[in-house]
């Protein structure tokens, strides 16, 4: 091989690999900068933001001050809690189970069962939410956290999520507990729930997104500001003639901090859950 | 002939209904009857709950209205820009991130990664702050000098659409990226050391080795995406609040709007949501015949 030809492709790949470097420090610095801004933006006045002035300003406290006085920052917070821990909390206890016994108990109207489900994946929300708020109305259950948490407690994904992940579960494992006089149920709390924790942080993950970042449901069924959610609080912030952007960005500085902090916690299982896969 | 034996005597037969049972029942409830309730609806038309049968009535009413027709190319609109887009940019970020020779490439990735992290509320007010007549973006565009004038992002329905496909693409391009860069993963070093030994250059592994082993992926992502349009609402209603005069409505935003803006019309805003239901299965044929073909 002559030898310009070797050194002309050194100098080819070194041009390529600090394009690379430039390109992926570019995708980056945009990724991330909105978040910079929105960190920004909490400490200016809404006038500053609006002009797009990027240094730190000194309006944090008055912003705090004036979201106080048009959220009840307090009550909404305790609202989105409560919807995102209890429906995580039985959406999770009711998809893996049935995850599991999908799996784990197999029969032909079972896996039909399943199928069917499955199919439903694929009806989007919106030709589900008109007799669903139908329903509501008729049980005069309009405005309550169980209309917001019920419809989503048999989440197919997250069923799907669970029967995958119990593939790759040692089923003798089960069959010892038999042995050893362990009830089914029992079996699946005391030998399967332990041994498959990281599955379950990961669907807890996305679960807890579900619920936390949900807006177009609690908007057509949470009607009074007493039952108000932070999605819903966001939004209308953000709609009224006068938005004040500094008042919103603090806000969305909260309602963004728990789910950042998920994320640079368990980082693998986070993006696990949201791809939907366990290797 | 017998069909296939599945394990188990009676009793644990009834083990397996007692863990999926509540499951089964809550989907049949809240899933499988809205469903069918919906497509009976959607033949159906009247003020509130005063509903009678209307035919395929709904259906022409779909062929004559305007904002329907201004909805669905919004979507059309999204899907032939936003889609490609975001997954070349997918695409090529993966490949980057994939080299071994990249540093800090952990780093590089969290970064990208970050905006899935984002609820599709806050990224969308953030970004309606952003791109202001004299917000962040065009202050920044005009210092650059890159422009003359301010670009009126949330008043023109030209730039509106450039927005929302801007926005997107931000919000969802490191989550199409991880889907590549696992599938990337997969694949051995030694076909591209071999391809470098042939003299193939990045772009021609990238063409020849990267794009061929990922199809079925980059298939699934893109279909997944494209549903992922048909069903914006968070966006639209957030960013230009479908405005202006209706140049970024989506179809689940003009659903929204005949539920709850005008008087509701509960039949024709199920008509609109089985043609989304029309689209999505569509497409969900169309992945499970080619990656089934593919599977041949």
Known sequence: MPKNSYSSSRAQSAISGSLAYIFISVVAFFSVFPFLWMIIGATNTSKDISMGKLSFGTALIDNFRSLGSVVNLGLVFRNTTIVTLVGTFCTLLVASMAGYGFEMYRSKARERTYSLMLLTMMVPFAAVMIPLFRMFAKARMLNSFAAIILPAVASIFVIFFFRQSTRTFSKELIQASRVDGLGEIQAFFLIYLPSMKSTFAAAAIIVFMSYWNNFLWPLIILQTNNKKLLTLAISSLNSSYTPDYGVIMLVIILATTPTLAIFFSMQRQFVEGMLGSVK | ?296
């Open chain 2, 1 to 296: 002939m017998k069909s296939i034996r599945y394990r188990g005597e009676p009793s644990t037969n009834l083990t397996g209904w007692l863990f999926v049972g509540a499951a089964v029942l809550l989907c049949a409830t809240f899933c499988l009857y809205p469903i069918i309730s919906s497509f009976l609806l959607s033949f159906q038309t009247g003020r509130g709950n005063q509903i009678r049968f209307n035919g395929l009535g709904n259906i022409r009413r779909l062929f004559q209205d305007a904002v329907f027709h201004q909805a669905l190319k919004n979507t059309f609109v999204y899907f032939i820009f936003q889609v490609p887009v975001m997954i070349v940019l997918a695409l090529s970020i993966a490949s980057v991130l994939n080299s071994p020779k990249l540093r800090f490439n952990g780093l590089f990735r969290t970064a990208i990664f970050l905006p899935c992290v984002t609820s599709l509320v806050a990224y969308s007010v953030l970004f309606r702050s952003m791109f202001s007549l004299e917000g962040l973006v065009n202050h920044t565009l005009l210092r650059l000098q890159f422009i003359s004038a301010p670009i009126p992002w949330l008043l023109d329905p030209f730039w509106a659409k450039v927005l929302i496909i801007i926005a997107l693409t931000w919000r969802w391009t490191g989550y199409n990226m991880m889907f590549y860069l696992s599938a990337l993963q997969n694949i051995e070093p030694s076909i591209y050391e071999a391809a470098r030994i042939d003299g193939a250059g990045p772009l021609s592994q990238f063409r020849l080795i990267t794009i061929p082993m990922l199809k079925p992926i980059i298939l699934f992502t893109s279909v997944m995406s494209t549903i992922g349009t048909l069903q914006l609402f968070d966006e639209s209603m957030n960013i230009t609040l479908g405005g202006p005069s209706n140049a970024t409505l989506s179809i689940s935003h003009y659903i929204y709007n005949v539920l709850f803006l005008f008087t509701p019309n509960f039949g024709y805003a199920a008509t609109i949501s089985y043609v989304i239901v029309f689209f999505v299965a569509i497409l969900a044929l169309i992945q499970f015949k080619i990656s089934g073909e593919d599977n041949a």
